[in-house]
């Protein structure tokens, strides 16, 4: 739990990656809005006969449906969503950033980190990037197409989401090198200089 | 709803049942009313997309009865059936509690709204099927439903969001 803490004040410091979450969170919520009326949105943005203040009064007011097109649960669940996948998102990117420096400058070509990061050469970072995509895709999908809004589906999420955090945030807090096993009880390594002890 | 020569039209769909469409029945229809369908600016076609059902069917054709018997009551009619709304399939939709309801509402005789229901019963089932057929084919999805001049959008919108798009498209040369 205090790596939790520590690598959420070690990313949170840093102004921009609030900036980030905050953006990532805003970016969900006014997707989830207008998800119900998505070609609404597309015809207002792309009529001729519309002017652009006129445009952005709609789209700007279209987002108070979260007041009336939402109830109370329907709400409270979207918004914690979120606010969830918005640290998600900062978690992830400084965890990404902070990787990706440390092995290219070992080296390694961007397509192998990508590979690692799926799972094909390190289990724990691919579950880390897999897990954290599948919360943000169940959120984003389900709450559309599930029946009673997808509400149970929305508690999944926040699950997947939150899960993602934990993950990001203790691998933020490792170091990138594999931990070393408690020494067996058994046999002692053979000493070059003794030659084998049999 | 509202005068023939207003500029605009909304079509409203909606089912009796729908917790969403009693929500802006109650708390943005009345402002839309006031603010332009009494002003000209607006006529409102009211339509069925009943997917609540058989209740929201018998609301349906109760419906059509009363706007047969007392158009000019239409509006009270329905106001006060989504202020009674109970929860969906609970059995609230019934004729006879509709009837009841009715017979609240001043000026509207329900001995001939029962008349004009049994009498009708067939025409308006169809009616409301066509309405359900007009939704599927303007791109309609669920209720409440609207199109205005091209747009479709659905659910309860708020009523900055009505006054945008009416102003914007009552601004146009």
Redesign the interface.
């Known amino acids: 739990m205090s790596a939790f803490f520590a690598a959420m004040q070690k990313v949170f410091r840093r102004p921009w990656y609030a900036v980030l979450a905050l953006s990532a969170a805003a970016g969900f919520l006014t997707f989830a809005i207008w998800l119900p009326n998505l070609s609404f949105i597309a015809s207002t943005i792309t009529a001729s006969t519309f002017s652009l203040p006129q445009k952005l009064g709609i789209l700007v007011s279209s987002l108070a449906a979260l007041n009336t097109n939402f109830t109370p649960l329907s709400r409270t669940v979207t918004v914690a969503l979120a606010l969830l996948i918005g640290v998600d998102v900062a978690l992830l990117t400084f965890y990404l950033r902070t990787r990706f420096r440390l092995e290219r400058s070992a080296g390694m070509s961007i397509g192998g980190l990508i590979a690692g990061l799926l799972g094909i050469g390190c289990a724990s970072c691919g579950s880390l990037v897999v897990a954290t995509f599948v919360g943000a895709g169940a959120t984003a999908s389900f709450l559309n197409i599930l029946p009673l809004q997808g509400q149970e589906f929305g508690f999944l999420g926040i699950a997947f989401v939150l899960a993602g955090i934990v993950v990001t945030a203790r691998k933020i807090e490792q170091p990138l090198a594999c931990g070393l096993r408690p020494p067996r009880r058994g046999p002692r390594p053979v000493s070059r200089a003794s030659g084998n002890p049999d | 709803m509202g005068s023939a020569q207003a500029p605009l039209t909304l079509y409203y769909w909606h089912d009796f049942q729908c917790p969403?469409c009693e929500?802006?029945d109650t708390?943005?229809l009345p402002a839309l009313v006031s603010e332009y369908v009494k002003t000209g600016k607006l006529r409102i076609v009211f339509k069925d997309l009943v997917i609540f059902g058989a209740d929201s069917q018998t609301a349906a054709e109760v419906s059509r009865a009363v706007w047969a018997v007392a158009p000019s009551k239409y509006y009270d009619w329905q106001h006060t059936v989504y202020q009674r709304q109970g929860s969906e399939r609970s059995g609230w939709a019934s004729r006879a509690n509709l009837l009841a309801i009715t017979k609240s509402v001043p000026g509207i005789d329900v001995a001939k709204v029962s008349a004009h229901l049994d009498r009708n019963a067939a025409s308006y089932r169809a009616s409301a099927d066509a309405d359900h057929a007009e939704a599927q084919r303007f791109?309609i999805?669920?209720t409440p439903g609207f199109w205005i001049d091209?747009?479709?959008?659905?659910?309860?919108?708020?009523l900055?969001?009505f006054?945008?798009?009416l102003?914007?498209h009552l601004?146009?040369p």
Do not use: E
Not at chain 2, 152 to 157: C, H, I, K, L, N
């Open positions: 969403d929500r802006f708390q943005t791109g999805k669920g091209g747009q479709a959008f659905s659910g309860a919108q708020p900055s969001l006054r945008q798009i102003n914007a601004a146009r």
